[in-house]
């Protein structure tokens, strides 16, 4: 893969399908070394959601990398500068997209004038974003239909 024929654009509620693909695919093979398969099964299951997938496309900033009209990985903005989402392709992990990404949403985060970036992120996607500048602020504990899925929340400030 050549990182110059990554093309950066926004996302629209048509690429939803892609995303919600690439949101299980990724969670299933990437995670696996962090979180059990009934934690897995958990978290991938809230692609069903689709109220909550439509907001997404409502109220924040969605930012997709694409290469080749494939969707290789996306984020989203939301208000006050946190990322929600944050995921790429299993097939296309360390190739410099979560960092044309993440350096994309800070752009976007720095034009309206956020202090911070704020993200809640797992205990695979923890090492990028501690050097990409981000701190942890704390590990978190959550708990979806009875089972406990680690996270850290997470800060870094903006210049």
């Known amino acids: 893969m050549n990182i110059t024929d990554l093309r950066i654009r ?3 509620l048509a690429d939803m399908y892609e995303m919600q693909k690439l949101y299980v695919d990724t969670i299933k093979s990437v995670c696996k070394n962090d979180y059990n398969q009934e934690q897995i099964a958990v978290w991938t299951s809230s692609v069903e959601n689709t109220s909550r997938w439509l907001s997404i ?3 924040q900033d969605v930012i997709t990398a694409e290469y080749h009209d494939t969707i290789v990985g996306y984020c989203s903005l ?3 500068g946190y990322l ?10 360390r190739k410099g997209i979560a960092n044309k990404l ?4 800070e752009q976007r985060a720095i034009q309206l004038n956020y202090d911070v970036l704020t993200a809640n992120v797992s205990i695979t996607a923890k090492p990028f974003f501690e050097r990409n500048g981000f701190a942890v602020i704390k590990e978190q504990e959550n708990v979806i239909k009875g089972l406990v899925i680690v996270n850290f929340n997470m800060l870094k400030p903006l210049a």
Not at 102 to 105: G, I, K, M, P
């Open 102 to 105: 993440l350096h994309e949403a």
């Open 78 to 80: 939301d208000t006050g």
């Open 57 to 59: 496309f409502d109220k």
């Open 84 to 93: 929600d989402l944050f995921y790429v392709h299993k097939d296309f992990q």
């Open 10 to 12: 926004q996302g629209t």
